[in-house]
Structure formats: structure tokens, C-alpha cells
């Protein structure tokens, strides 16, 4: 089992920067590749990031391509998402994922564990 508890979201002017922290506990949680998800309401939830579980593998939503950045630190058991140029359409509550595979994350667009979920709101 692994629990997931998302932080670091907030109300920022487009253009801006926020970096949210995703802690982990539980389970080997270097041997979890992780990965970001959005959801507006009213709308289906969306990839954004994924990262290996040794951190040498990133992938991205095109949408996000240039502008965000996947990390983790595994001695800490964290992962990160910093977000930079941030849009309007960024608005979004960001959820943190860990899966035993990152196909299931990347492909499938879905995961064995979920955190609750933090609101980014990017105001024009």
C-alpha cells in the first residue's frame, strides 16, 4: 500500500510558476514509477507527467511539453511537478499517481495508487 498526500497548489498570475510536492509512505516508493494528473470538473482526468522509477525516464502531455518538469527524489520519497509559463487552461486539480508500471501511467492513463488532489488556479 502506498499513500500519496499531494501539496504546494495555490492561485498564481499566468505567466507564473508554482512547484507542487507529492510525498509518498508506504511501499518501496523507489520502485513505483509516478506520475501527474488534472482534472478540470465536468471534464475527464488528464495526464500530464510521468517519471521512472529511477528518475532516468520522464514523459509529458504535450499540452505541459517544455513548460513542466518531472523529478523525484528517492531518498526522501518525493516526487515533484514544477510548472512554469503557467495558462489559464492550466487551472486544474493536480493529482499525484504511483503504479508498479509506468505503461499503466503513460498509456493506460491510470494508476495503482492516487492522492486526494491539490487546486491550481492560474488567473488571467
Known amino acids: 500500500q502506498v499513500q500519496l498526500v499531494e501539496s504546494g497548489g495555490g492561485l498564481v498570475q499566468a505567466g507564473g510558476s508554482l512547484r507542487l510536492s507529492c510525498a509518498a509512505s508506504?511501499?518501496?516508493?523507489?520502485?513505483?514509477?509516478m506520475g501527474w494528473f488534472r482534472q478540470v470538473p465536468g471534464k475527464e482526468r488528464e495526464f500530464v507527467a510521468a517519471i521512472s522509477w529511477s528518475g532516468g525516464r520522464t514523459y509529458y502531455a504535450d499540452s505541459v511539453k517544455g513548460r513542466f518538469t518531472i523529478s523525484r527524489d528517492n531518498a526522501n520519497n518525493i516526487v515533484y511537478l514544477q510548472m512554469n509559463s503557467l495558462k489559464p487552461e492550466d487551472t486544474a486539480v493536480y493529482y499525484c499517481?504511483?503504479?508498479?508500471?509506468?505503461?499503466?501511467?503513460?498509456?493506460?492513463?491510470?494508476?495503482?495508487?492516487w492522492g486526494q488532489g491539490t487546486q491550481v488556479t492560474v488567473s488571467s
Open positions: 499517481a504511483a503504479s508498479s508500471q509506468i505503461h499503466t501511467i503513460v498509456v493506460v492513463k491510470g494508476a495503482d495508487y
Open positions: 508506504g511501499r518501496a516508493f523507489n520502485t513505483y514509477a
